[in-house]
């Protein structure tokens, strides 16, 4: 049982496809750009995941609800708008029960799907436009249709395997009216090219037999043309309105008022034409036909037929989707960069985009201190922080911290002063911003190498290059040692306040690869496309002057002498322009190292992983067992057991127990995300996913253990525990939601919900924040065989062998008599207590109060299976961060226990004069003794409300010790404390004493 969890942060990441729902006002969707199918029934308070465990890419381009049956949704994978972390998909998938299942509906080879529409009265009949493969040729490409639902396509506009279509748009009653625009793009590692002979908007006027071309009709742009976008008017269908990328000062927003016969440029605003290839979105208004909204960079609403804009604002820049209610276009939801939005007032109020977690991460560094921080890059956003476990009950928002404006970099904790980060920045209009974060006065300072303008300009002229997401890293032998790779490595020894060069450019240097990138018409220099860089970069673990360094364009070289010389070591076997994505190197030979690469960009989909041994002298190819089509993003060896290989890929990670011989599939629950890149703290593996946000997988133990065998049952060593809490939610009753906090108390940023599992048991979900590890020890074992659940217990004893906890308790619901337990992999979680006080309850003996927290120290955890028992030492340490010692934690479990059995005394009285007062031939007056025993032992038997009215009992005062005095904290009871307790026992004591001459015994 290997479960990843989600931990945040609740920022909303990039999202180009949104819909809703004509009939229920509360029902929307939304597509991420590299995390699933989501949908909110609140009007976007809350969104859901409905994709995970059903679609098997993340990458959403496209997604139309059918008008007449809302219960059936589309969706188009792989993104169109092409920036260059673009997510390829694998076609075109159906709910048809508001998202509860899915299936794959056909065209796999599109790769980049920009719009799915369906024709209003058939939800069977269905049009998509198909980029297909931004990186090169293919045939898959154009508007496809199908009148069965998906069951066969027809491919009705295809015009080369180097043009797609960018956007599609059906007339409102006409079925066999379309306009459709195509657009020839390509990407590559070095440039971004948009525009062609071949881009034009096309239109049909029956069903897609047959296709005309706009460019020959009047008003139309002539010159050559790049990305457009096309809406027809609902309300007035000759009107048709299009955003066009062309060729000298063309490029504008057009329309045609006779159904595309002839056109009038109306609006050549940059507003509305600035970066086209990644925009270029228009929308007519279903009501009034002068009302069109286009999305760029900004949001803007026209109310004059496209002629003059004004601004909308939304919770994020870069705006891509747009749907309005086709009856009240007050209510929409709109998709941008930041996520997706709900408005319903006509866009002058938003709902959120912090509750929806689908932030694409590029990497991830951990602090040294407990409780760890996960720090990273989020793109169009800025760096992030974000705590790895909360005792809030769930890992919210207000708990992180941006880290400046750095979307796209690399991350490195400053291992001397964990009051610093360094974070690769973006958007500074010089080459490799690096940002100095000072988390506590939240300033950032630039000290990057260079710092000269290049904007505008080829990459060929810059001093120095540096990549997106250039290689940040400390030195694992000298803390104050900081590199930094552009076409050459870079060392800082006094924080970046200086910086020598330790290598030549250890690229390609082709300065072909070097131009400006945007295509024909538009240049688009933002610094996305530099190429012959450094990618990748690490030291040895064994060596301190063995350094690794892989570019961007295909090459390695390592240098045995802390940069003096550096020798060429590429893999042979490594084709050309490859991006050598990872380094990493041995701890016990200097001379073993991994390099994994890929070349999807180059429409290769292969891995690429070799391993060497004599620091590059020969290379061995791993990737046997590896699938064809594996794109490889980062790769970690495992410190502890370094024959354990971990992959990030596109679709998740990948795990190796025995060198690279096999893989296998790590852990569940992560979704088919990229993994940009991985670290690990201790049992700890973190995923930088590049579109779900981070990701932990709390305990590698059975993974590094993955050999041992002890017959029926094998127990994998409990990793150290801290006796901190990490609760999911807390115990609240009924149902809905409610935001997270000390019971009754909501400290606001995250909110929780209750949900059945299959087997009946019921949970705590978290609705819009990060979830916690497993709150206390999770004992995790293996049984190779079934065995019934009336056999299975796990026992925690302290270092005396007294038994401190039997789990499950006893008081839970027994298994069915014929429950068994699987072979496979299982967890039981211990929370640190010991066994609780019992009392009354509705059904039975419950918990009066939980038991206490064990303090400090070791203890002995032994899972029983049958006549199998198997045992093992834990260490539970305390939370290092306290000014108190062990000794105070262990004088507050010492009163705690006294208290705890004090309440089990109780709770036996209790119960003992429950069964007494029911007898029908008590005598009166010893009713009455007790009855007014029970009263001051137990108090009133209302609620919470009660509480107000009425005096406690001797328990519910005594109660309160445990439950809010003694554990706020983890310190020694104050003396005010002790005075209440020897009180408040001498009071039970007495009462005790005298229920003991009515016949009751301990």
Known sequence: MRSWRPVGPSRGGRSVAVAGDPDDPAVFWFGACAGGVWRTDDGGTYWRNVSDGHLTSSSVGAIAVAHSRPQTVWVGT?????????????????????????????????????????RDEDPDDVWVAALGDIFGPNPERGVFRTRD???????????????????????????????ASIWQAVRKPWEMVSGGPHSDLHRTTDGGRTWEPMSGKAGFPTTLKGRIGVSISPCRPERVY????????????YRSDDGGESWTLLNSESDQTGRPW??????????????????????????????????????????????????????????????????????QTFSSVYNQSTAQIYRVDVSPRFPFDLYGTQQDNSGIRVPSRSWKGAIRWPDCLELGEAEAGDVACDPVDDRFVYVGGAGFGHPGPLLRFDQVTEQAQDVAVWVEHFMGTDPSTHRHRFGWTYPIQFSRHDPSVLYVCGERVFRSADAGMSWEALSGDLTTDDKTLQLASGGPINKDTSGAEVYCTLHAFNDSLADPGVLWAGSDDGLVHVTSDAGGTWRPVTPPDLPALATVTAIETSAGDAGTAYVAAHRYRLQDRRPYLYRTTDQGATWTDLTAGLPEDCVLRCLLVDPVRPSVLYLGTDHGVLVSTDEAATWSPLGDRLPPVPVYDLALRDHELVAATHGRGFWVLDDLTPVREADRDDGLLTLFTPPTTYRYPTPTGFEMKGEGTWVGGFPGVPLGGASFTRETAADGTEHNVVIDGGENPPDGLAVRYRLAAPVPERDLRVEVSDPDGTVLRVLPDPWADPPAEDAERAAGEHCTVWDLRTTPALGPGDDGPEPITPGPRVPPGRYRVAVVAGDERREAEVSVLRDPRLFSGDEA?????????????????????????????????????????????????GGHSGGHGDDLKQPPGLTAKIKLLPEIVSELSDTAPTAAVRRVWAELSAQLDDRLHGLAEHGWTR
């Open 278 to 347: 990644y925009y270029s979105h228009v929308f007519a208004d279903p009501v009034d036909p002068d009302t069109v909204w286009t999305c760029n960079l900004w949001f803007w609403r026209s109310r004059d037929g496209g002629e003059t804009f004004s601004q909308v604002q939304t919770p994020h820049g870069d705006n891509h989707d747009l749907w309005l209610d086709p009856r009240d276009p007050r209510r929409m939801v709109q998709a941008n960069d930041g996520g997706a939005c709900v408005s319903f007032n006509g866009g």
């Open 149 to 179: 639902g998906g069951e066969t396509w027809d491919h009705v506009l295809f015009v080369d395997e180097e043009a797609g279509a960018a956007d599609l748009s059906l007339h409102p009653t006409d079925p066999d009216v379309a306009f």
């Open 889 to 937: 934690m262990g004088q507050q479990y010492d009163l705690l226990v006294e208290v705890r059995d004090a309440l089990a005394a109780a709770g036996q009285a209790l119960l003992w004069l429950d069964e007494r007062l029911v007898d029908e031939a008590l005598p009166e007056d010893e009713r009455t003794a007790l009855a007014e025993a029970r009263r001051v032992v």
């Open 78 to 118: 792989g993104e169109s708008c092409t920036r260059n972390n673009v997510v390829a998909g694998d076609g075109v998938y159906r709910t048809t029960d508001g998202g509860r299942s899915w299936t794959h509906q056909g065209l796999a080879e599109t790769r980049h799907v920009a719009r799915v529409r369906i």
């Open 242 to 253: 299009a955003v066009v990328e062309a060729a000298e000062d063309q490029s504008g927003i």
